[in-house]
């Protein structure tokens, strides 16, 4: 299913810039924040602050799965069609998160990132793995992006985690990507396949899985 969202030039460039940091495509990013849109309602007079605050002036496609098109349909738009209400809530969304996603330095340079891709094989409890794909095959996010997101934006709060059943999880990651991982895990004086763990079992946490 197609998607077609009316947003603006600015954040379309965030969106861009994020996708290269993160090594995904921008129709991750949207997803990820399409899911937060998604499990909250909104009131007639914040749509009607958006329209005043934000220019839409930029039209990007997305692919969705049929879950996610549920959901859109579902969603109260206050008369509006859906590519201009989800164009001003997904602007939003990143104005509101901004360094969220990206430092200032990142915009206003135009940083190149390293988009090269380096592989990550674990072993990870049985019963996580099957929450994390289902989570992301119903809400049409990639696994890599999901895990990547959490790894740049999420402050990691989970110490520990439980391993009843082991299975493996091939991760694909930009090399920028898996820099950090090294750095954060060799800061917190662990192995990058406990950080990796840890991460999984924050999303858990952090998603209520």
Not at 36 to 51: A, C, F, H, V
Not at 118 to 136: H, L, N, P, R
Not at 189 to 203: P, T
């Amino acid at each position: 299913m197609k998607l077609n969202i009316l947003m603006n030039k600015e954040i379309n460039h965030l969106i861009e810039i994020s996708a290269k940091k993160m090594g995904t495509s921008k129709r991750n990013i949207i997803s990820i924040a399409l899911f937060d849109i998604l499990n909250r309602s909104y009131t007639l007079d914040e749509i009607e602050q958006l329209k005043v605050s934000i220019q839409l002036n930029y039209v990007t496609t997305i692919t969705i799965n049929e879950s996610v098109g549920v959901k859109i349909n579902e969603i109260h738009r206050h008369g509006l069609s859906k590519r201009v209400f989800f164009g001003y809530l997904i602007c939003d969304y990143f104005y509101t998160h901004y360094n969220y996603f990206l430092t200032k330095n990142d915009i206003n340079k135009d940083k190149e990132f390293n988009t090269d891709k380096d592989y990550i094989q674990i072993k990870i409890d049985k019963t996580i793995k099957s929450k994390i794909s289902t989570y992301c095959n119903e809400n049409a996010i990639s696994l890599n992006s999901l895990f990547a997101h959490y790894i740049l934006n999420k402050e990691l709060t989970v110490k520990s985690f439980g391993v009843e059943g082991k299975e493996l999880l091939y991760l694909t990651f930009s090399k920028d990507v898996k820099d950090i991982i090294k750095k954060n895990s060799s800061e917190m004086n662990i192995s990058y396949l406990f950080y990796l763990n840890l991460i999984a079992a924050q999303i858990c946490n952090d998603l209520s899985l």
